[in-house]
């Protein structure tokens, strides 16, 4: 997460990938999460949608790792979800989605 003061005396958060992990191919979005830090972060600080993007985050670098997924999020395997993960991780859609077919 990143902190930036904003013109207005408020602070907006914010998440970004590096820049070398998104030339790696890291799919994971950058996102603005506004001047909320409960949303960002949830009350604790260990929570709201950073700890999600962070997890999404942690699975993919796993996986360039060709380590096993382990995250909570993963679907469980046989299940709909689980089958389009798969899909969508596949060299075909890959292919088809970075020629603009899909």
Known sequence: MIAKPLV?????FYFNIPTRRRKN???VPNERWGENY???CGEDGTGGRAAVLN???DEW???QKGLPI?????PRIGT???LFREYKQSKAYLERYRCGLV
Do not use: H, K, Y
């Open 80 to 82: 709909v979800d689980w």
């Open 8 to 12: 207005n005396g408020l602070t907006a």
């Open 55 to 57: 997890q999404m985050f």
């Open 61 to 63: 670098e796993r996986v």
């Open 70 to 74: 382990s995250s909570e999020l993963a």
């Open 25 to 27: 191919g890291c799919p």
């Open 38 to 40: 409960i949303i960002a």
